[in-house]
């Protein structure tokens, strides 16, 4: 297996989060994670840890940056606000937006005693954000990022008629969510549309390839509308990144984001962020 294939593996497959939920998920330790991704056990926690490393390194390199620097010290929080970023592999993956940004809250805020969540699960669409929203309830947070929708516009087959969730009922989810956590926590709440793809690229992957997975950028920027629409603010990934976004911000599936992908990511998230009042 190649290291690009490794690196994969554990950026998007990802089991110590897919099987968090289970009964018996918090006794699996990485031998057991290993093996189900066909791994040698050192080969994961050697990799695991390169990659925790290398967002660090990119939250370091973001806070280098006076302006960005500034940016997180204008951003609207208080002592002890607990954050949470919810989502699918996007914001699960250990390099993400969200590993980042609380890397740079740790370290440019560590006064502020300001915790972050990272609730997500890869594969996820805005229906499981339905039932998971519990998760987000129950934790009481001062700040809610949402980052769902983007499996919504999966596809399976060469020929496809429909996505897997119809656009009308992505709609009634969002509705739905902006509704809860409205009625049940005192959240401020942020939105990012889901950025586009490489259509090509995500079907001719082996590793999405397998299960005819596809997506079209057309059924991604309708979701990004759905989530614009409304008064709520909005980081819009769809516009910023382009579509299909730049190919060194996206992985060889022209689906998930390099680590120069969720750095950039990062960067919008704060920068629309510490325009907030």
Same mark, same amino acid.
């Given at each position: 297996?190649?290291?690009?294939?490794?690196?994969?593996?554990?950026?998007?497959?990802?089991?110590?989060?897919?099987?968090?939920?289970?009964?018996?998920?918090?006794?699996?330790?990485?031998?057991?994670?290993?093996?189900?991704?066909?791994? +040698?056990?050192?080969?994961?926690?050697?990799?695991?840890?390169?990659?925790?490393?290398?967002?660090?390194?990119?939250?370091?390199?973001?806070?280098?940056?006076?302006?960005?620097?500034?940016?997180?010290?204008?951003?609207?929080?208080?002592?002890?606000?607990?954050?949470?970023?919810?989502?699918?592999?996007?914001?699960?993956?250990?390099?993400?937006?969200?590993?980042?940004?609380?890397?740079?809250?740790?370290?440019?805020?560590?006064?502020?005693?300001?915790?972050?969540?990272?609730?997500?699960?890869?594969?996820?669409?805005?229906?499981?954000?339905?039932?998971?929203?519990?998760?987000?309830?129950?934790?009481?947070?001062?700040?809610?990022?949402?980052?769902?929708?983007?499996?919504?516009?999966?596809?399976?087959?060469?020929?496809?008629?429909?996505?897997?969730?119809?656009?009308?009922?992505?709609?009634?989810?969002?509705?739905?969510?902006?509704?809860?956590?409205?009625?049940?926590?005192?959240?401020?709440?942020?939105?990012?549309?889901?950025?586009?793809?490489?259509?090509?690229?995500?079907?001719?992957?082996?590793?999405?390839?397998?299960?005819?997975?596809?997506?079209?950028?057309?059924?991604?920027?309708?979701?990004?509308?759905?989530?614009?629409?409304?008064?709520? +603010?909005?980081?819009?990934?769809?516009?910023?990144?382009?579509?299909?976004? +730049?190919?060194?911000?996206?992985?060889?599936?022209?689906?998930?984001?390099?680590?120069?992908?969720?750095?950039?990511?990062?960067?919008?998230?704060?920068?629309?962020?510490?325009?907030?009042?």
């Amino acid at each position: 297996m190649s290291n690009e294939q490794v690196n994969w593996l554990l950026k998007v497959i990802q089991p110590e989060r897919s099987l968090a939920s289970l009964p018996g998920g918090a006794s699996f330790d990485q031998d057991a994670h290993a093996a189900l991704l066909g791994l +040698p056990a050192e080969v994961y926690v050697t990799e695991l840890g390169c990659l925790q490393r290398e967002a660090s390194e990119a939250a370091s390199a973001l806070l280098a940056d006076q302006d960005v620097g500034s940016m997180i010290d204008r951003l609207p929080l208080r002592k002890g606000d607990n954050i949470v970023a919810f989502g699918d592999s996007l914001t699960s993956d250990q390099q993400s937006w969200a590993v980042i940004l609380r890397e740079m809250l740790t370290t440019r805020r560590a006064a502020d005693e300001i915790s972050m969540t990272i609730s997500a699960v890869a594969g996820e669409t805005t229906t499981h954000g339905l039932v998971r929203f519990g998760e987000i309830a129950n934790s009481q947070p001062d700040w809610v990022f949402f980052l769902i929708g983007t499996n919504d516009a999966r596809t399976q087959g060469p020929h496809p008629s429909k996505t897997l969730v119809h656009h009308e009922e992505t709609a009634r989810n969002i509705a739905e969510l902006r509704q809860r956590v409205a009625a049940e926590t005192k959240a401020r709440t942020i939105w990012i549309t889901p950025p586009a793809v490489n259509e090509a690229q995500v079907a001719a992957h082996w590793g999405l390839a397998r299960f005819s997975v596809r997506f079209r950028n057309e059924d991604l920027g309708r979701i990004a509308e759905i989530v614009r629409n409304g008064d709520v +603010p909005v980081i819009d990934a769809f516009a910023s990144l382009g579509s299909p976004p +730049p190919s060194d911000l996206l992985m060889d599936d022209g689906l998930h984001l390099t680590l120069a992908g969720q750095k950039r990511m990062a960067f919008e998230v704060i920068r629309g962020w510490s325009a907030l009042r």
